[in-house]
C-alpha cells in the first residue's frame, strides 16, 4: 500500500515538475511578471489623475513603486516553487536554495522601504532608506556567503544501493508534492486576505514553520539508510540553519538581518567542518591500505 502511494506521488510530482521546468512556462511567468508590473503603473496613473478612487485595494497603487515591491513579491513565490523541485535532489543544495531564498526576502524588504518614499524631501526619506541599505548589505552578504557554500559543499550518497537510493528519492519527491500543495494553501489564504482586509501579508514564516517539518521529516526518514553519527549530525544542523531562517524571517528590523546573516555563517563552518574531517578520514583510510603489514614476530 505504501509503495502504491508513493508511486502515485512521484508521478504526480514529476508530471508538475516537467510542466514547472518547460521554456513555456519560463514563458508565462515572464509575462505575469512584465503584465503585473504594467497594471501597476497603470492604476497608479489612474488614482493619480482621480479616474480611480485610492480606496480598498487600490490604496496600495497610490504609491507609483508598489509596482516593484509586487512584482518582485511574485517573482520570490516562483523562486519558492523552485526551490521544492530542488529538496529531492539534494537536502544540502535545498538548504543553500532556501538561503538564496532568505537573501531574496531582504531584497524585498528593500523595496518595501523604498515604497515609502512619498516623496524626495531628505527628511521623509532618510529612515526608508537606512533600512534599504541595511537590509540590501545583508542580502549582499549571505548571497556572498552563499556562494562560497555552492563551492565547498560535498554532496555524498547515503544509501548503499540503487533499490534503497531510489526509495529514498521517491519519499523525498512526495514529501516535495506536500510542500508544494502547502505553499498554495498558503498563497490562497495571503490573496483572500488581501481581498477582504486589502492587506497583502506575504506568509513566508509559516512556509518556512512546514519546511522544518519536512525537513525533521526527511532526517527521519533518512535513518533506515544510514545510522551514522556524521550523516545524523549533518542532517540535524541543516534543520538547525532552517529554523534560524525562520527565526529572523520574524523578527524585529536589524536583529532579522543579525540571525540570517549568523546562520549564514553557521551554514558555511557546518560545511567547512565537514568537509575537513570527511578529507581527514579520506587519508587514513587511504594510508592504511597503503600501510604494509609487520611480520607477526614484530606483533
Given at each position: 500500500?505504501?509503495?502504491?502511494?508513493?508511486?502515485?506521488?512521484?508521478?504526480?510530482?514529476?508530471?508538475?515538475?516537467?510542466?514547472?521546468?518547460?521554456?513555456?512556462?519560463?514563458?508565462?511567468?515572464?509575462?505575469?511578471?512584465?503584465?503585473?508590473?504594467?497594471?501597476?503603473?497603470?492604476?497608479?496613473?489612474?488614482?493619480?489623475?482621480?479616474?480611480?478612487?485610492?480606496?480598498?485595494?487600490?490604496?496600495?497603487?497610490?504609491?507609483?513603486?508598489?509596482?516593484?515591491?509586487?512584482?518582485?513579491?511574485?517573482?520570490?513565490?516562483?523562486?519558492?516553487?523552485?526551490?521544492?523541485?530542488?529538496?529531492?535532489?539534494?537536502?544540502?543544495?535545498?538548504?543553500?536554495?532556501?538561503?538564496?531564498?532568505?537573501?531574496?526576502?531582504?531584497?524585498?524588504?528593500?523595496?518595501?522601504?523604498?515604497?515609502?518614499?512619498?516623496?524626495?524631501?531628505?527628511?521623509?526619506?532618510?529612515?526608508?532608506?537606512?533600512?534599504?541599505?541595511?537590509?540590501?548589505?545583508?542580502?549582499?552578504?549571505?548571497?556572498?556567503?552563499?556562494?562560497?557554500?555552492?563551492?565547498?559543499?560535498?554532496?555524498?550518497?547515503?544509501?548503499?544501493?540503487?533499490?534503497?537510493?531510489?526509495?529514498?528519492?521517491?519519499?523525498?519527491?512526495?514529501?516535495?508534492?506536500?510542500?508544494?500543495?502547502?505553499?498554495?494553501?498558503?498563497?490562497?489564504?495571503?490573496?483572500?486576505?488581501?481581498?477582504?482586509?486589502?492587506?497583502?501579508?506575504?506568509?513566508?514564516?509559516?512556509?518556512?514553520?512546514?519546511?522544518?517539518?519536512?525537513?525533521?521529516?526527511?532526517?527521519?526518514?533518512?535513518?533506515?539508510?544510514?545510522?551514522?553519527?556524521?550523516?545524523?549530525?549533518?542532517?540535524?544542523?541543516?534543520?538547525?540553519?532552517?529554523?534560524?531562517?525562520?527565526?529572523?524571517?520574524?523578527?524585529?528590523?536589524?536583529?532579522?538581518?543579525?540571525?540570517?546573516?549568523?546562520?549564514a555563517l553557521y551554514l558555511l563552518f557546518l560545511v567547512l567542518t565537514?568537509?575537513?574531517?570527511?578529507?581527514?578520514?579520506?587519508?587514513?583510510?587511504?594510508?592504511?591500505?597503503?600501510?604494509?603489514?609487520?611480520?607477526?614476530?614484530?606483533?
Amino acid at each position: 500500500m505504501t509503495d502504491k502511494i508513493l508511486i502515485f506521488g512521484e508521478k504526480l510530482y514529476l508530471k508538475i515538475k516537467d510542466i514547472w521546468e518547460t521554456d513555456r512556462m519560463h514563458r508565462i511567468i515572464s509575462n505575469l511578471l512584465v503584465s503585473v508590473f504594467l497594471l501597476s503603473l497603470l492604476l497608479y496613473l489612474l488614482i493619480h489623475q482621480q479616474i480611480l478612487p485610492a480606496i480598498g485595494i487600490l490604496s496600495a497603487f497610490a504609491n507609483p513603486f508598489f509596482s516593484i515591491e509586487a512584482s518582485f513579491t511574485l517573482l520570490l513565490l516562483t523562486e519558492i516553487i523552485s526551490m521544492i523541485f530542488v529538496l529531492p535532489k539534494s537536502v544540502a543544495k535545498s538548504v543553500a536554495k532556501q538561503f538564496e531564498l532568505l537573501s531574496l526576502i531582504f531584497l524585498r524588504h528593500g523595496f518595501q522601504e523604498f515604497s515609502n518614499v512619498h516623496s524626495l524631501n531628505w527628511e521623509e526619506m532618510v529612515k526608508p532608506v537606512e533600512y534599504m541599505f541595511v537590509y540590501g548589505a545583508a542580502s549582499l552578504f549571505v548571497y556572498f556567503i552563499i556562494g562560497i557554500v555552492y563551492k565547498k559543499q560535498r554532496h555524498i550518497i547515503i544509501c548503499r544501493t540503487d533499490k534503497a537510493q531510489r526509495n529514498f528519492v521517491r519519499f523525498k519527491r512526495v514529501i516535495s508534492l506536500l510542500l508544494l500543495i502547502a505553499f498554495f494553501v498558503i498563497t490562497a489564504i495571503d490573496f483572500n486576505n488581501l481581498i477582504i482586509n486589502n492587506i497583502y501579508t506575504a506568509s513566508f514564516h509559516m512556509f518556512f514553520t512546514i519546511l522544518i517539518f519536512s525537513d525533521i521529516m526527511i532526517l527521519l526518514i533518512t535513518i533506515r539508510y544510514a545510522l551514522d553519527y556524521r550523516t545524523m549530525y549533518r542532517y540535524s544542523a541543516f534543520i538547525l540553519a532552517t529554523i534560524f531562517i525562520r527565526i529572523a524571517l520574524t523578527s524585529h528590523p536589524y536583529y532579522d538581518i543579525v540571525i540570517g546573516s549568523a546562520s549564514a555563517l553557521y551554514l558555511l563552518f557546518l560545511v567547512l567542518t565537514y568537509n575537513y574531517f570527511e578529507a581527514a578520514k579520506k587519508i587514513k583510510k587511504q594510508s592504511a591500505v597503503k600501510q604494509k603489514k609487520l611480520p607477526e614476530k614484530y606483533l
